[in-house]
């Protein structure tokens, strides 16, 4: 488009836009004059008809003002989209979005595109041109920032479900002063062999988040020591508002980012799992991967998120659901390093099936956390991506690690 063609659209749009607002002051003086029955005895006074005219004009000098500031943020808007940001859509002032995915402040684009994993980084030297003619912009192989991936969700009505639920009182104690409701949750995703089913929150049957365990979320060696909440009941409202902001999140974006490795010492890079860790540290870990942003921030991967993954790979053409053993590190007897076998990536993501089991949010019975994915030393049936298995939270292995995802505001 060019600069002579865009003034002149946005001084049409001005006219049309200051038509519409006289129409609508009209429209209004007519109203006031009918509800004031138009009676001579009533042109006079505050309520007359020349109070009234007197506060018309005023409103019209008022929207005037309005409305000359609104076209003002038009203008920046276009200058934006021309400039090749596509404009903001509610990711802040300076967010910028490239294929129709918001990229949150503090992190560059750094390769790929929606359909086939759009990954950025929070490094600026990983930054690249985005170019919709090319159709692989490739990903380089030497970034150093922590890497995300997009992971869009086309309908976030299927993955939660919005009514009230109670966490798990046995945790946050008897009393209606220490109840935690929460008025999302997930919908979870059993797939084809699970013996789990997916329950609200507080119903200690089965699988369901958010929610506390009834022992070691009450230890304060674990919700204190570690992560720092006065008691379990802090823990649960802070989960619950984490929950609630990560859920909005994904409704207005249509998707979330998730950590393109598993977590490592370093964060969201390659290198050597972090392993021999308990779920409270991972997940203190996951939190730790992004600070500092002003609309951003991270946390260990939900149950919710995992099912949206496995769903969108399985539309790529990955099988998440019986048999990953194509694209993950399974029955080779030891771990390698996250990211360095090509063959374990999938659109982006590499590591999600096989190599380690990963911590999630999920909560299970009444002491016990979800992993998903499979192991090194398993098999792809047996562990494929989707695939559920329990601990005790407190227990730290070497087949164990974790992930992070982004929720923007």
Not at 244 to 257: L, N, P, R, T
Request: net charge negative; hydrophobic share 30%; glycine share 10%.
């Amino acid at each position: 488009m060019e600069n002579g063609k865009t003034s002149l659209n946005i001084r049409k749009l001005k006219k049309q836009v200051k038509g519409i607002t006289l129409i609508a002051l009209v429209v209004t003086i007519i109203v006031l004059l009918i509800l004031a029955g138009v009676a001579i005895s009533l042109t006079i006074g505050q309520n007359g008809i020349f109070s009234r005219a007197e506060q018309a004009a005023n409103t019209w000098r008022n929207a005037e003002t309005n409305e000359q500031l609104a076209m003002g943020e038009l203008e920046d808007w276009m200058d934006g989209y021309m400039n090749g940001n596509g404009g903001n859509q509610g990711g802040g002032d300076t967010a910028t979005v490239v294929d129709d995915v918001t990229i949150p402040d503090g992190f560059y684009y750094a390769g790929g595109s929606k359909d086939t994993g759009l990954v950025i980084s929070d490094n600026p030297d990983d930054e690249i041109e985005w170019d919709e003619e090319t159709s692989t912009n490739a990903v380089p192989n030497d970034l150093e920032g922590n890497q995300f991936v997009w992971v869009p969700v086309a309908n976030p009505e299927n993955y939660f479900i919005d009514e009230t639920a109670t966490l798990n009182t046995n945790a946050t104690g008897t009393g209606e002063e220490n109840e935690v409701t929460t008025n999302v949750y997930s919908n979870l995703t059993i797939r084809s062999g699970d013996s789990y089913t997916s329950v609200k929150p507080g119903d200690t049957s089965s699988v369901r988040e958010p929610d506390v365990l009834n022992d070691y979320d009450t230890d304060a060696q674990y919700h204190y020591d570690i992560l720092g909440f006065d008691s379990t009941k802090a823990m649960a409202e802070s989960f619950v508002a984490e929950y609630k902001a990560m859920s909005d999140s994904i409704k207005k974006y249509k998707g979330f980012y998730i950590g393109r490795y598993e977590l490592t010492a370093n964060g969201e890079k390659t290198g050597a799992s972090l392993t021999d860790q308990n779920w409270y540290n991972l997940y203190k870990a996951c939190q730790n991967v992004v600070t500092g942003k002003e609309n951003v921030k991270s946390t260990m991967i939900y149950g919710v998120q995992w099912d949206a993954v496995c769903d969108w790979l399985e539309q790529s053409g990955f099988n998440t659901d019986t048999d990953s053993s194509s694209w993950g590190n399974y029955n080779s007897g030891s771990k390698i390093d996250t990211g360095s076998n090509s063959t374990y990536e999938a659109n982006g993501i590499f590591d999600l099936a096989g190599n380690c089991r990963e911590w999630t949010q999920e909560a299970y019975s009444a002491n016990y956390r979800i992993k998903r994915g499979g192991y090194y030393s398993g098999s792809g049936s047996v562990g494929p991506a989707s695939d559920r298995n329990f601990d005790s939270p407190y227990y730290s292995y070497s087949i164990y690690s974790s992930r992070a995802t982004l929720y923007m505001s």
